[in-house]
């Protein structure tokens, strides 16, 4: 009878069926974690956890890969370095716990401020660290913290370029150690 509706319903079928089909090879997989963007507040709290709060590891406990004799070396391309020494005061054990409160209310203001509530309570502790201990790995990570702001808020806050300088700590200064830090990406 009406074959003619039947023949366009079965073509739009299989052209919907092409197009899920090509797009379904051309997405081959998921993006590495590394690439991977957080897509809610809570993972973007994680990763601010994970990047601020991780502490450095001194520099002369590298840690080498023990070879069994038996063992011949393989061949492997060199991959960039994701460390970097860099030089920080060690605190006293007060000044430590002090400066961790402080670093502690910093990073969940940072993922607060993303919520365009602003960045004050993070300015505010981050300012207090970079005060009272400006040689030290809390220093650091505060800067880091600055720069990583958004720059209307860097406007709105004042932020200085002093503020968000990390030269300081690539040179050895009297009463500084080296400690091995994951570069920040």
């Not at 809570?42 to 450095?56: G, H, I």
């Not at 005061?89 to 007060?94: A, D, G, V």
Request: proline letters at 8%.
């Amino acid at each position: 009878m009406n074959t003619f509706w039947l023949k366009m319903a079965g073509i739009v079928v299989v052209i919907l069926g092409v197009i899920i089909l090509v797009n379904v090879l051309s997405s081959s997989g998921r993006k590495p974690e590394a690439e991977h963007k957080p897509r809610t507040l809570y993972e973007s709290a994680e990763r601010d956890r994970n990047k601020f709060l991780t502490k450095p590891k001194p520099a002369d406990s590298g840690e080498q890969e023990s070879k069994s004799p038996g063992q011949r070396p393989t061949m492997q391309t060199p991959k960039p370095p994701k460390t970097v020494t860099l030089y920080f005061s060690e605190l006293s054990e007060i000044d430590k716990i002090e400066a961790e409160r402080y670093l502690n209310v910093a990073v969940p203001g940072r993922s607060i401020g993303r919520l365009q509530v602003g960045f004050k309570l993070m300015v505010e502790n981050c300012r207090r660290i970079i005060e009272r201990w400006p040689d030290s790995w809390y220093a650091y990570r505060a800067k880091q913290m600055l720069a990583d702001m958004p720059v209307r808020f860097r406007r709105r806050y004042h932020i200085t370029e002093e503020e968000l300088d990390l030269s300081r700590f690539a040179e050895p200064k009297p009463g500084t150690k080296p400690f091995v830090v994951e570069r920040s990406e």
